[in-house]
């Protein structure tokens, strides 16, 4: 939707509940969440939970679907059990929406967050995400993230319209020199050379467990690493009150205080979601050993 000059991007986890992940992905690519009560079944209550580990506002709307006292009942703990319960109205939530305030700008050189990459005959590679931080200019060259490659930014399109550059919080099309489409994942990131940091080793703080997963954090267990757009398998090496020690079977882009949340992809039944921490060490362990890997 485009009104007086800013553009708002919705994105829905299509593949939820069945696919656990999209509803990741939805999530950490949001600024705000608008979370729309249909029914109250199991996809409303792992939402619910799943929500509840993020810092991102929610904004909850009712349909004929759903009481209002039943869903008070489904989100009391949560972090959002006194939002307001509004009822569906699809022009005046489009005047919300357009009346949402952005984000504010970070601080610091230009990041963009890459979710998808495909060949364009007569293109090249175009690749799809966010511009994270600062500005994307034609002709950047920049680093891919997590890898050591270096490219090119040929062009920039946003909304089908080609432009010389791309500000925070846009949505854009990269075609991009030095980069096949099948070498790029989502979850990478196209920023200068320095200022990031990669690690496969990791130690987690400020550990916040889902009050609704079943299962047990210990040694030895295999679960989801989810770091910005990056989702891979980890091992569990130590777990101890408030520290986890674990290791992902190749590297990531990952930064000391950046937030991670662990996911249990075969928990059935109940929430997927883990917990909620806080990266405080990053390593690159450049011989990871056997037993590590997933």
Same mark, same amino acid.
């Given at each position: 939707?485009?009104?007086?000059?800013?553009?708002?991007?919705? #994105?829905?986890?299509?593949?939820? =509940?069945?696919?656990? =992940?999209?509803?990741?992905?939805?999530?950490?690519?949001?600024?705000?969440?608008?979370?729309? #009560?249909?029914?109250?079944?199991?996809?409303?209550?792992?939402?619910?939970?799943?929500?509840?580990?993020?810092?991102?506002?929610?904004? $909850?709307?009712?349909?004929?679907?759903?009481?209002?006292?039943?869903?008070?009942? #489904?989100?009391? @703990?949560? /972090?959002?059990?006194?939002?307001?319960?509004?009822?569906?109205?699809?022009?005046?939530?489009?005047?919300?929406?357009? @009346?949402? *305030?952005? =984000?504010? #700008?970070?601080?610091?050189?230009?990041?963009? /967050?890459?979710?998808?990459?495909? &060949?364009?005959?007569?293109?090249? *590679?175009?690749?799809?995400?966010?511009?994270?931080?600062?500005?994307?200019?034609?002709?950047?060259?920049?680093?891919?993230? =997590?890898?050591?490659?270096?490219?090119?930014? /040929?062009?920039?399109?946003?909304?089908?319209?080609?432009?010389?550059?791309?500000?925070?919080?846009?949505?854009?099309?990269?075609?991009?020199?030095?980069?096949?489409?099948?070498?790029?994942?989502?979850?990478?990131?196209?920023?200068?050379?320095?200022?990031?940091?990669?690690?496969?080793?990791?130690?987690?703080?400020?550990?916040?467990?889902?009050?609704?997963?079943?299962?047990?954090?210990?040694? @030895?267990?295999?679960?989801?690493?989810?770091?910005?757009?990056?989702?891979?398998?980890?091992?569990?090496?130590?777990?101890?009150?408030?520290?986890?020690?674990? *290791?992902?079977? /190749?590297?990531?882009?990952?930064?000391? @205080?950046? &937030?991670?949340?662990?996911?249990?992809?075969?928990?059935?039944?109940?929430?997927?979601?883990?917990?909620?921490? $806080?990266?405080?060490? $990053?390593?690159?362990?450049?011989?990871?050993?056997?037993?590590?890997?997933?």
């Amino acid at each position: 939707m485009t009104r007086d000059g800013q553009v708002l991007t919705t #994105v829905e986890p299509a593949q939820f =509940p069945e696919k656990f =992940p999209s509803l990741l992905y939805a999530i950490a690519l949001a600024d705000r969440v608008l979370l729309v #009560v249909t029914a109250l079944d199991r996809p409303f209550a792992e939402s619910v939970a799943t929500l509840d580990l993020f810092d991102t506002p929610v904004s $909850v709307y009712l349909t004929g679907g759903a009481g209002e006292t039943e869903v008070r009942r #489904v989100l009391k @703990g949560s /972090r959002f059990e006194s939002a307001p319960l509004t009822p569906l109205d699809l022009p005046h939530l489009r005047e919300e929406l357009m @009346g949402w *305030t952005p =984000p504010p #700008v970070p601080d610091g050189p230009v990041s963009v /967050r890459l979710d998808h990459a495909f &060949p364009v005959k007569g293109v090249g *590679t175009v690749a799809l995400g966010f511009v994270q931080r600062g500005t994307l200019h034609a002709h950047d060259r920049l680093r891919l993230w =997590p890898t050591e490659r270096e490219v090119e930014v /040929r062009s920039i399109q946003s909304q089908d319209v080609d432009i010389r550059e791309a500000s925070q919080g846009t949505r854009v099309g990269v075609a991009l020199k030095g980069a096949d489409a099948d070498e790029i994942s989502r979850g990478q990131i196209l920023a200068p050379a320095t200022g990031h940091t990669i690690g496969n080793r990791f130690v987690l703080r400020a550990r916040r467990d889902s009050r609704y997963y079943r299962g047990r954090v210990d040694e @030895g267990a295999q679960l989801q690493l989810l770091v910005g757009l990056q989702l891979l398998p980890a091992r569990i090496e130590s777990a101890v009150p408030d520290r986890l020690e674990l *290791t992902t079977d /190749r590297p990531v882009v990952a930064d000391r @205080g950046d &937030p991670a949340w662990l996911s249990d992809l075969s928990a059935a039944p109940g929430p997927r979601l883990v917990g909620r921490a $806080v990266l405080d060490e $990053v390593k690159l362990d450049t011989h990871p050993s056997t037993s590590s890997s997933v």
